[in-house]
């Protein structure tokens, strides 16, 4: 078959939509078949990357517009440039909008889900009203339709009526030998003495609770690392470095990736997630894989992966955190039980050869060739 993919940003940035186009190309392309990706990126270049033929398009400055624009663009490239497309797979509603260009032109077309976007903290009320209506604009234009989480599923069904088919995202197991960084003697860290918060600092992830709570418990000798940025939050992340000023236990690190990442993760004692609203969790995935205890905000997305095997906090609940992260220092042995369980569950259903698999299977089944 031969798939494009259109939606995200440079394919090498990896965030979630970006690490799943990469990966699943991947993933697609070992098993024979020809796979085109579209990314926004600050060039108009194309190159071979895995196997894959990767598109960067150059971007505009409008936040609101951007990925419409680049859709339309990429949509209208694919049709008059490419020959039999097996089908488009618009990442996320935006992109979506331009779905029937492909109809007009008999290429088949998927839309897949990453999250009920318009929960963000970061839109105002009239964006969500507007981000809502196109919701359910593109949810009855796309014929085809796939979400990542459960949750979304349902959501769908409930809300339009639509039926779509849950195929997850997913991870790479670590390698048992770890990489080579120096982070931890950077951040004058000890291995399984810190809880870790790793993502974009929003509000909507609440580390500015994570923060107070870590403020207000003993000092039993364990430290709080903060990895993340906060692109387009300028004032938020200003307001949680001033959260920690008088702390220097609480630790920033800015984003991480590669060998920095890998040697955060194997070496937390606990993975923190107290967000409010989720879509299915990469970062979380990625812990599990690590075999972290976490603490978890209770919401259907979290309990999706991790069932009852996490403490669970209520979403911006500062009391709650408080005493989640007592509980972990005071009870290692019961929370070391949940790690092998969530690291299987990873391991049997969370990983690109599995979600490959499901997705090609899928394809078949609407008609693809």
Not at 42 to 64: D, L, P
Not at 223 to 252: R, W
Request: include cysteine; charged fraction near 25%.
């Amino acid at each position: 078959m031969k798939i494009v993919f259109i939606g995200g940003r440079d394919i090498h940035l990896i965030g979630g939509i970006e690490s799943y186009m990469a990966h699943i190309s991947t993933e697609l392309y070992k098993l024979g078949h020809e796979v085109i990706v579209y990314c926004e990126s600050n060039r108009n270049e194309t190159v071979v990357w895995n196997g894959v033929k990767v598109i960067h398009q150059k971007g505009i400055k409008s936040h609101f517009l951007c990925k419409p624009w680049l859709s339309l663009k990429a949509t209208v490239r694919t049709l008059l440039k490419e020959k039999n497309v097996s089908i488009i797979h618009y990442n996320a509603w935006p992109p979506s909008l331009w779905c029937w260009l492909a109809h007009l032109f008999g290429v088949k077309s998927l839309m897949q889900g990453h999250g009920l976007e318009w929960q963000r903290s970061k839109y105002s009320p009239k964006q969500q009203k507007i981000m809502k209506f196109m919701e359910k604009v593109t949810a009855y234009m796309n014929r085809n339709l796939i979400m990542c989480s459960d949750g979304q599923t349902k959501y769908f069904l409930e809300k339009y009526n639509r039926n779509a088919v849950t195929i997850p995202t997913a991870v790479v197991l670590p390698d048992v030998s770890g990489s080579e960084s120096d982070i931890m003697q950077r951040y004058n860290l000890v291995p399984k003495k810190y809880f870790l918060f790793m993502g974009r600092l929003v509000q909507d992830k609440n580390p500015d609770y994570l923060i107070r709570a870590y403020k207000k418990c003993k000092d039993y000798g364990y430290k709080l690392v903060i990895a993340g940025s906060g692109i387009g939050g300028k004032k938020y992340v200003e307001l949680l470095h001033e959260l920690a000023s008088d702390n220097e236990n609480i630790i920033f690190t800015r984003a991480v990736h590669g060998a920095d990442k890998d040697c955060l993760l194997r070496n937390a004692y606990t993975f923190c997630i107290p967000s409010t609203i989720e879509g299915l969790s990469i970062v979380l995935l990625e812990a599990m894989s690590y075999k972290l205890p976490v603490i978890a905000s209770d919401i259907d997305a979290n309990r999706e992966l991790l069932g009852n095997d996490a403490v669970y906090v209520r979403p911006e609940n500062t009391d709650d955190l408080i005493n989640a992260i007592h509980y972990c220092i005071e009870n290692k042995g019961t929370i070391n039980e949940y790690c092998a369980v969530n690291y299987n569950k990873v391991a049997e259903n969370y990983t690109w050869d599995k979600v490959a698999e499901k997705y090609v299977k899928y394809l078949y089944r609407i008609g693809c060739k």
